[in-house]
């Protein structure tokens, strides 16, 4: 009653999609109790023989960290991997890839940093951002061109967006017409 269960269970879910362990609670009273519920949920999936919505990637990288003969045979099941919204992956999602990926080096991914939407869900768009730190020598092809949005709706987004200090810069684009001025509703 003294805590939220759903932040309870949310700092659970970051626990483990950044693959951290019950070490790495904190000591605050909310962390404590935290770490006594993630233990208890646990021990009760374990004795389930279950996994949740999270541990369907972290435990699977766990297994290829820790077993060297079983990462090398999925890293031979797939010569290409190619990652869609590769802005929201998060930090055990990221991992799994590089794992499949660092054999073959053959990975190919689609994303925009300015399109991050699922940071609830634990993605991190920095990982997008270091992606050229882990690839070096990946070619990156930056695609400007918008056919869908007028240019007055361009023109604003792409100004709005160099506020943002954290980003993989563009010059977005578009041959469409100006289109209507933007209005602003309170």
Do not use: H, M
């Not at 904190?26 to 999270?54: M, P, R």
């Amino acid at each position: 009653e003294k805590f939220n269960p759903i932040a309870i269970a949310a700092k659970i879910s970051g626990i483990k999609n950044e693959l951290l362990d019950d070490g790495d609670f904190g000591n605050s009273n909310f962390e404590k109790i935290t770490c006594s519920v993630f233990n208890k949920y646990e021990s009760a999936l374990q004795k389930s023989n279950a996994f949740d919505f999270d541990d369907l990637i972290e435990k699977v990288v766990k297994v290829l960290k820790e077993k060297p003969e079983v990462l090398k045979k999925f890293q031979g099941l797939w010569k290409y991997i190619l990652v869609d919204e590769f802005q929201d992956v998060n930090t055990s999602q990221y991992v799994f890839v590089k794992l499949l990926a660092e054999k073959n080096r053959n990975l190919f991914v689609i994303g925009d940093d300015a399109q991050s939407i699922y940071a609830f869900r634990g993605s991190d768009f920095r990982n997008f951002l270091n992606f050229e730190k882990d690839w070096a020598g990946a070619s990156i092809i930056k695609l400007e061109e918008n056919y869908r949005s007028s240019a007055n709706i361009i023109s604003a987004a792409s100004r709005l967006i160099t506020f943002n200090k954290n980003q993989k810069p563009k010059n977005l684009w578009t041959k469409n017409p100006e289109g209507s001025l933007i209005k602003i509703f309170a």
